[in-house]
């Protein structure tokens, strides 16, 4: 099949807009795309420092790409990695030195922090005390302290995550279904800044994981694509098979959820206004009580080792 915009053979059929796509076509449509979406976001100024949350997956590994795409060409911006090492054996070494090898190649400054230098447990340690509790619980909560932690040590301005149109829309989907209004409200790209956390851009928003995951082909991008062991138990995964199936039979779906969240979510934010914010008397992050939800956790583990049952 031909590509609908020229007479190149297609490499790609875009079923939401019914064009078949060669591969400069598609990487033109690709790249306007996340330059309009970064443009919107607002949050790339003159002297900007910014860091890429980068696991060496394929949604962050292209997000890093096309960002450093964007900034090396400034000399008034800097592009900074941060690889969060959560502790997953034969897991995340793999994906730790792509990541390295990704930054070197390109001179981009790569930090590391892991779980058990931040937070006292690795993941498999955490899975070990605690297995009737689904893993993700604590991994993502403990991934956002380290990402913040190490954003404001190197001075970041804001930073950069590599979640596509599906996890948005998962997202969207999970809270309406919990009823949690109010986390829908603070759901990124963040607009309101507050004190102690670094302000978040999603560059690869509007782009399906399936185009994220072309685009790393076709440019040739070294990408980690094992799955992680604990995600099995990820109640996430629901939602992803329901979107998948919804997408088949009517493409666009992903996109609509997309779109109509934007438009509620002005009217979201009046409701939800943006919380005052304390330090956590035991590790000083931003929270609403007096310990944050990873001190929370810590401290639960903390007893579980204590007292197992």
């Avoid at 790409?65 to 997953?88: F, K, P, Q, Y």
């Avoid at 070197?104 to 930090?111: A, D, T």
Wanted: hydrophobic share 35%.
């Amino acid at each position: 099949m031909d590509c609908s915009k020229c007479s190149k053979p297609a490499v790609t059929f875009i079923r939401y807009s019914g064009n078949h796509l060669c591969e400069e076509h598609f990487l033109d449509f690709f790249n306007r795309r996340v330059k309009k979406e970064i443009r919107r976001q607002g949050k790339f100024k003159p002297g900007s420092k910014v860091a890429i949350a980068l696991s060496g997956g394929k949604d962050s590994t292209v997000a890093a790409w096309v960002l450093n795409e964007l900034i090396s060409r400034r000399r008034d911006m800097e592009l900074h990695a941060i690889t969060v090492d959560e502790g997953i054996e034969g897991y995340r070494p793999e994906s730790l030195k792509m990541a390295r090898d990704f930054c070197e190649e390109r001179e981009i400054p790569h930090h590391v922090v892991s779980f058990k230098e931040m937070i006292g447990w690795t993941m498999d340690e955490i899975a070990g005390v605690d297995p009737e509790t689904i893993p993700c619980t604590y991994c993502g909560v403990f991934r956002r302290q380290c990402l913040n932690r190490e954003a404001k040590e190197i001075g970041a301005d804001c930073l950069a995550t590599g979640l596509n149109l599906d996890d948005t829309a998962q997202s969207v989907l999970m809270n309406f279904a919990r009823g949690d209004i109010e986390k829908l409200a603070r759901m990124g790209p963040h607009t309101r800044v507050q004190k102690g956390l670094i302000p978040r851009i999603q560059p690869l928003r509007v782009i399906p994981e399936k185009e994220t995951y072309l685009f790393s082909m076709l440019r040739n991008i070294e990408v980690h694509n094992a799955e992680c062991p604990y995600s099995e138990r990820a109640f996430r995964g629901k939602f992803r098979d329901i979107l998948y199936d919804l997408e088949k039979h009517s493409p666009g779906t992903k996109h609509g959820i997309l779109s109509t969240y934007d438009s509620l979510q002005p009217a979201l934010q009046q409701v939800f206004p943006a919380a005052n914010l304390k330090e956590c008397k035991r590790c000083g992050e931003p929270t609403l009580s007096d310990h944050c939800k990873a001190c929370v956790l810590i401290e639960r583990l903390e007893g579980l080792k204590v007292n197992p049952s």
